[in-house]
């Protein structure tokens, strides 16, 4: 409970104002005269309500009395007599709540509630007497903090499952309220006692369902356990959907409570009872709604602000990447020494253009080209013999030596060597395009038949090029032969 209990006084009207007051000083006057002055601090609204369901279920109203108030002890405050059967009752149930209250924060962790909590089992272990000379006893209820934490730890989906060990537990303590001394007969039966168990479950979830919707925003904080609250620990977040089951949970709880209570056989105060159960529970419950709805409003805009930050900040840093690698690429460009392309030459070897073709494959060309058929060879000059030119190396033909190697005009096979090599004098050199420039040596160049006859292989002509007969049949001139 979390007093939460309470009527709304501007409602109030006749003599039920000054009831609640009577019995609210009642309780701070039993509280002392039981456990001690220091344990009025302890007094609170739920335990007051506790007296006044108890006192409507009585047979004879709780007896008038008055006492010195201890904030102004010049003040004498009207009140109930503090031994009535209904204040020892609530004054027992609210040091039970104050061990609660306690035990709770201990299970979570806070050490200072680890520390007072052992000091104060004197005062829990006298309202537990003093629950068991009234008739009844509150051990069902013994580490109610392990249920509850057991029910959070588990996360259940529903809302109202969290509540499940809260509502458990107003059911025991309403239902209770049969077996007291004093309790009118009509209130003592079986319907009455399961009337009561589902009134006070129906408070139960209710009160724990408004704090969770009024606490949300305070427990995202600081971490603490919601049921309205989802999310691993590093991204919770407010679920809307969950408070949704939170208001429709609330919602069935307060049309049992509105049942429940229109069947209990109330001697007195039922109007009171009906305000703090009816008018102030479902205004409470309707404003902490409200409240949790707006925190998960809030979120949203903050996500989405967040989400739009976070998407700008991307932008601008793929762009400072963009622009970073841009100017090391351009700077690294104009850092480099200019190197001179080899001038192309103007047409190009066609021994070269082959070779060329030839290693590269069809596959180094793109798709869309055509390689075109190779031109067919020039015929090979014929080598003149000694009786048809008397000129040593006169070529066939008739040809008059403007396009031997040394010549500058090209040779007629379209040779793109002829004329560069300068220094192939010999007639029988005919450069055949593997010179790479126009000073290097022909040597080596010469045509498979350039000497008479087919045994000419490689170099053949190492000098004169042989005059007719067959030089590789052992004939000879001038000492060299092919």
Not at 79 to 88: I, V
Not at 207 to 232: H, M, Q, W
Not at 325 to 332: H, K, N, S
Request: aromatic share 4%; hydrophobic share 35%; glycine share 8%.
């Amino acid at each position: 409970m979390f007093g939460t209990l309470q009527p709304r006084t501007c409602r109030l009207e006749g003599d039920a104002e000054d009831t609640y007051k009577r019995f609210y000083c009642g309780l701070c006057k039993s509280l002392g005269d039981h456990y001690g002055t220091p344990s009025r601090a302890l007094v609170s609204h739920d335990a007051v309500f506790l007296a006044v369901l108890c006192d409507a279920l009585s047979e004879s109203a709780a007896a008038k009395s008055k006492c010195r108030c201890p904030l102004l002890p010049v003040v004498h405050r009207p009140t109930f007599a503090p031994n009535e059967t209904s204040l020892r009752f609530a004054s027992a149930v609210q040091m039970l709540l104050g061990d609660q209250w306690l035990a709770d924060r201990a299970v979570e962790g806070k050490r200072l509630a680890r520390l007072v909590r052992p000091l104060a089992s004197v005062y829990v272990e006298k309202a537990n007497h003093s629950l068991a000379d009234l008739g009844i006893t509150f051990d069902a209820l013994r580490g109610f903090e392990h249920r509850q934490a057991e029910t959070e730890r588990r996360a259940l989906a529903r809302a109202e499952d969290a509540a499940a060990p809260t509502a458990d537990a107003l059911a025991f303590v309403f239902q209770s309220m049969t077996a007291l001394p004093g309790i009118a007969q009509a209130s003592r039966s079986t319907e009455v006692g399961a009337s009561l168990a589902r009134l006070g479950a129906a408070v139960g979830n209710v009160i724990y369902l408004a704090d969770a919707l009024d606490d949300v925003e305070k427990d995202l904080r600081s971490k603490d356990f919601n049921p309205c609250i989802t999310g691993p620990s590093l991204a919770r977040r407010i679920d809307e959907r969950r408070i949704d089951e939170a208001a429709l949970a609330l919602g069935r709880a307060h049309a049992v409570i509105g049942r429940e209570l229109a069947l209990l056989p109330l001697v007195r105060h039922r109007e009171l009872i009906e305000n703090v159960l009816v008018v102030r529970l479902r205004s409470t419950a309707r404003a902490a709604t409200a409240k949790a709805r707006r925190a998960a409003a809030d979120q949203s805009v903050r996500t989405a602000r967040a989400s739009l930050a976070l998407r700008t900040w991307h932008h601008v840093v793929l762009l400072a990447s963009f622009l970073a690698t841009w100017l090391i690429g351009t700077r690294g460009a104009s850092a480099q020494p200019h190197r001179a392309r080899p001038k192309p030459s103007a047409v190009p070897s066609a021994s070269a253009s082959a070779s060329a073709s030839a290693s590269a494959g069809p596959s180094a060309l793109p798709p869309f080209v055509s390689i075109p058929d190779p031109p067919e060879p020039a015929p090979a000059p014929t080598q003149a013999t000694d009786d048809d030119h008397g000129a040593p190396g006169a070529a066939a033909g008739g040809d008059d030596g403007q396009n031997q190697p040394g010549s500058s005009n090209p040779s007629p096979n379209g040779s793109p060597c002829s004329g560069c090599c300068s220094d192939c004098a010999d007639p029988c050199k005919s450069c055949c395009g593997s010179c790479s420039d126009c000073t290097s040596s022909c040597s080596g160049c010469c045509k498979a038949d350039c000497c008479k006859g087919d045994c000419c292989k490689g170099d053949c002509c190492k000098g004169d090029c042989c005059k007719g007969g067959d030089c590789c049949g052992g004939g000879c001139k001038g000492g060299k032969c092919c």
